[in-house]
Structure formats: C-alpha cells, structure tokens
C-alpha cells in the first residue's frame, strides 16, 4: 500500500462529494487550515514538518499523506521528516513506530517524485502555498 499518493487518490472523490455538501464548513477549514499554516515567525516548512509529527501521533492516513506532500513541497528534507516523526515515539509509543513508518513512506514517495520530476537527486525548496488541503480528510 502507498502511504502518499494512493491514500490521497483514494480520498479524493469522497472528499469532494462532502465538499460539495457542506461547502461553508470546508470553506472555514480551508481559511483556519492557511491560517495556521502561513509563514510567520515559524516558516511554513516546520509548520508542515509539526502538522505531520501531530498526523502520526492522530493516526490519520489522510493528514499524513497532506502533511508529507505540503512538508515537501516547502523543501523539507528526509533528514527533517525523520526527525520529526522521531519526537512522536516519544510522545505517543509504540503506535508512532507504525504510523511514523507511513508517515515517512508517503514523505519519501513524494520526495522522491519531486526529485524525479526536477532531474536531480534532490528537490530544491521553494516555497508553494498550499490552497485546498487535497487529500486531507480525517479517516476514522
């Protein structure tokens, strides 16, 4: 199973349908979900690389694969998502070592298509705001 891209594929058509439900609720997430996540006196990256730490600890599919995609999107690193993932062993245990197995899977996975799709080993970091939260539903 893919942790990145295949949950947010499969997620995609039933977030949509809620979407379109209850389109005032999602248009208050979104505005909360860039609020919270614009650059400040933290950047955007170590928000995202906090968003996936607390996805882990949440155990939600979903928010790992958004956190993972955006964490890449703003040039973290593995190095930075590994670390990351590691302070939830720490406050969440034994369930972190197999939600932080995902978690970094889906981080890899969009790393690595990023790197691909730059031709170079690794992608260079830029900043890429994040409009619609696509793929991230809580699952559970």
Do not use: W
Not at 40 to 60: H, M, Q
Not at 66 to 81: D, I, S
Not at 125 to 131: A, F, L
């Amino acid at each position: 199973m893919g942790y990145g891209k295949t949950v947010r594929d499969e997620l995609r058509v039933p977030t949509r349908e809620l979407r379109h439900a209850i389109p005032l609720v999602y248009a208050g997430y979104k505005e909360l979900h860039d609020s919270a996540l614009a650059a400040g006196v933290l950047d955007a990256r170590t928000k995202e690389l906090i968003a996936l730490a607390i996805a882990v600890s949440k155990e939600c599919d979903g928010c790992i694969a958004a956190h993972a995609h955006a964490a890449v999107q703003h040039g973290a690193t593995p190095q930075e998502a590994a670390e990351a993932i590691g302070v939830t062993f720490l406050m969440n245990g034994g369930p972190a070592t197999v939600y932080g197995a995902r978690a970094f899977a889906a981080f890899r996975e969009f790393y690595d298509q990023r790197a691909a799709a730059d031709g170079q080993g690794q992608p260079a970091g830029h900043e890429h705001q994040v409009g619609q939260p696509n793929g991230h539903q809580h699952v559970g």
